[in-house]
């Protein structure tokens, strides 16, 4: 018997899902999120109002955007890489190592940023060091993967099952709100060259100073004894990945597609908005970083009400309800967002009602399909791909089809990931009770 296993039999009920406290896990998984979304959303809104003018200045603004864009993207594709790496470490030295080397690439990455110099400094160098970082962050994402919303989920009572599962998804409108008020501040109360020159890296300190508060808030959990052996006892141990996508590829790419109606509208009420109104009207984007703020206090709301709702009448029908309900959503959502200021803010509210019901039980919404044996990593490689698909290149289609065809068709790209998700839950089949 392992040392883990023993001591999971020493705690009472380990064994069986009741010597957790899925109040204390649930503040860790809710510390870890609002970091690494908050990581998360500097980089993004950096990515429209800082990167294009810094980065690519010998382009128009939309192509200086749309660069910008791609370089955005390339975490998404670098993290379903980083978990294959970090599992390794997870497999060979534990949580505990994987975790601190994780956070300490993902902090290493952000931090250098907020060095980056511009392109009228070094030139093309510019460019590749902020994609270097880029990948650096991707990479960290894949390997911040610490199993504690899962545990959490498998801790939480049958009753409450939809209560726990929006927990996780809270770090986001979190994370939002820390970095739009933090953004919007300093480009509003700075002049324009002192906001170019040295303002807009105050927030990328910030992350990084964040990062380390989160990595010994999660360390103090997952590096215990106690949970040491919940995990173990769970079977939330790493697979290796060629072994889980022989046994679990179907419900991996199952899982992956069923959230994609929150994750295009994820993007849809946060980076893409805030790119158009930047672009294409006159209006000062430190205003519409406010209606961002307000958007993700009503998604916070939102994300709360999911997790009632989805006690009440299941996970799956919320979500099958809140697709159909953005699908709905696109076909108007265009015509507000170009309704001036009015418009935007009708938009931005709608938007993360929207998002909140649907993101707040997206996480994880397939991972009771998942055998016990491969559930840990079935569920973060889920997750990279739902994020890779969903949501890395939804900025960059967005816009890209926005400004050559239309607002409306970002809406029939809004449509699309609607449309992917209801066939995904279609095919999902009921859904179990994890344990």
């Given at each position: 018997?392992?040392?883990?296993?023993?001591?999971?039999?020493?705690?009472?009920?380990?064994?069986?899902?009741?010597?957790?406290?899925?109040?204390?896990?649930?503040?860790?998984?809710?510390?870890?999120?609002?970091?690494?979304?908050?990581?998360?959303?500097?980089?993004?809104?950096?990515?429209?109002?800082?990167?294009?003018?810094?980065?690519f200045p010998f382009a128009d603004d939309l192509h200086q955007t749309l660069y910008s864009f791609t370089l955005f993207a390339l975490a998404f594709i670098a993290r379903p890489v980083g978990s294959v790496i970090f599992m390794a470490i997870d497999r060979r030295h534990g949580k505990n190592a994987k975790l601190i080397t994780a956070l300490f690439l993902l902090g290493t990455s952000t931090v250098a940023i907020a060095f980056l110099p511009s392109y009228h400094t070094i030139g093309a160098a510019a460019i590749w060091l902020l994609a270097l970082a880029r990948i650096g962050q991707g990479l960290a994402w894949g390997g911040s993967w610490d199993g504690m919303?899962?545990?959490?989920?498998?801790?939480?009572?049958?009753?409450?099952?939809?209560?726990?599962?929006?927990?996780?998804?809270?770090?986001?409108?979190?994370?939002?709100?820390?970095?739009?008020?933090?953004?919007?501040?300093?480009?509003?109360?700075?002049?324009?060259?002192?906001?170019?020159?040295?303002?807009?890296?105050?927030?990328?300190?910030?992350?990084?100073?964040?990062?380390?508060?989160?990595?010994?808030?999660?360390?103090?959990?997952?590096?215990?004894?106690?949970?040491?052996?919940?995990?173990?006892?769970?079977?939330?141990?790493?697979?290796?990945?060629?072994?889980?996508?022989?046994?679990?590829?179907?419900?991996?790419?199952?899982?992956?597609?069923?959230?994609?109606?929150?994750?295009?509208?994820?993007?849809?009420?946060?980076?893409?908005?805030?790119?158009?109104?930047?672009?294409?009207?006159?209006?000062?984007?430190?205003?519409?970083?406010?209606?961002?703020?307000?958007?993700?206090?009503?998604?916070?709301?939102?994300?709360?009400?999911?997790?009632?709702?989805?006690?009440?009448?299941?996970?799956?029908?919320?979500?099958?309800?809140?697709?159909?309900?953005?699908?709905?959503?696109?076909?108007?959502?265009?015509?507000?967002?170009?309704?001036?200021?009015?418009?935007?803010?009708?938009?931005?509210?709608?938007?993360?009602?929207?998002?909140?019901?649907?993101?707040?039980?997206?996480?994880?919404?397939?991972?009771?399909?998942?055998?016990?044996?491969?559930?840990?990593?079935?569920?973060?490689?889920?997750?990279?791909?739902?994020?890779?698909?969903?949501?890395?290149?939804?900025?960059?289609?967005?816009?890209?089809?926005?400004?050559?065809?239309?607002?409306?068709?970002?809406?029939?790209?809004?449509?699309?990931?609607?449309?992917?998700?209801?066939?995904?839950?279609?095919?999902?089949?009921?859904?179990?009770?994890?344990?």
């Open positions: 018997m392992t040392q883990a296993a023993a001591t999971a039999d020493a705690i009472p009920g380990a064994s069986h899902g009741h010597g957790a406290n899925p109040g204390e896990i649930a503040i860790g998984v809710i510390i870890g999120r609002t970091s690494e979304f908050f990581d998360f959303f500097v980089y993004a809104i950096a990515s429209v109002i800082v990167f294009p003018r810094l980065v919303a899962s545990l959490l989920a498998m801790n939480a009572p049958e009753s409450q099952r939809g209560w726990y599962a929006m927990i996780p998804q809270l770090g986001a409108p979190l994370g939002l709100i820390v970095a739009s008020t933090l953004f919007a501040f300093f480009a509003g109360y700075l002049s324009a060259a002192d906001f170019f020159d040295w303002g807009w890296r105050y927030p990328f300190f910030v992350a990084f100073a964040i990062n380390v508060v989160a990595l010994f808030a999660r360390l103090r959990m997952v590096a215990t004894p106690e949970y040491a052996g919940l995990f173990e006892s769970r079977e939330l141990q790493p697979a290796r990945v060629s072994n889980t996508i022989r046994h679990e590829g179907r419900n991996i790419v199952i899982g992956a597609f069923a959230p994609l109606a929150s994750f295009a509208l994820f993007h849809m009420v946060t980076v893409f908005p805030l790119s158009w109104v930047f672009l294409f009207t006159r209006e000062s984007p430190t205003r519409f970083l406010v209606i961002e703020t307000i958007g993700a206090m009503v998604g916070v709301i939102a994300i709360i009400a999911s997790g009632v709702l989805a006690d009440r009448i299941g996970r799956k029908p919320l979500l099958m309800g809140s697709a159909i309900a953005i699908a709905v959503f696109s076909g108007f959502a265009p015509q507000l967002l170009d309704a001036g200021a009015v418009g935007e803010s009708i938009y931005m509210v709608l938007g993360f009602i929207l998002l909140g019901l649907s993101f707040g039980q997206s996480s994880g919404a397939i991972a009771s399909n998942f055998a016990r044996a491969y559930r840990y990593t079935a569920s973060a490689l889920t997750s990279d791909l739902a994020w890779l698909f969903g949501a890395g290149f939804a900025p960059l289609a967005a816009l890209l089809l926005a400004a050559n065809f239309g607002l409306m068709s970002a809406g029939a790209y809004l449509l699309s990931g609607a449309i992917w998700t209801v066939l995904a839950l279609w095919l999902s089949g009921p859904e179990k009770i994890q344990r």
